[in-house]
């Protein structure tokens, strides 16, 4: 079985969020169907420190999209967004396969 490597390098803007996703969208379309892509460490925000919880609160809202873009495409993603367990913050890295949710853990606890 075939299949191509994507791996996106970009500038990510601490605190852009939606500036963020709009070019993590653009740059994915550049990779084929059924590829691998890995994008960089938090994409979505950044390290943003000064507001966890909406870095939290906008990773959550579009986890979604990205998991039905994935099925859709047949993409397998690589990246890291935080997340919030038990009012504690971490760097967690996802991987999704064909939009399924195929492993999500903590890096490290990095956001106490």
Excluded: H, W
């Amino acid at each position: 079985m075939k299949f191509k490597a994507c791996v996106l390098q970009f500038e990510v803007k601490e605190g852009d969020f939606e500036s963020n996703y709009r070019r993590f969208l653009k740059l994915q379309q550049m990779c084929d169907s059924a590829s691998l892509i890995v994008a960089p460490e938090l994409f979505l925000t950044g390290f943003f420190y000064r507001d966890m919880n909406s870095a939290f609160s906008f990773s959550k809202t579009v986890l979604n999209e990205i998991s039905k873009l994935s099925k859709e495409r047949s993409l397998t993603l690589v990246f890291s967004v935080v997340e919030k367990v038990n009012s504690k913050f971490f760097n967690c890295v996802k991987v999704l396969d064909r939009g399924k949710e195929v492993l999500s853990r903590p890096k490290v606890k990095l956001f106490l």
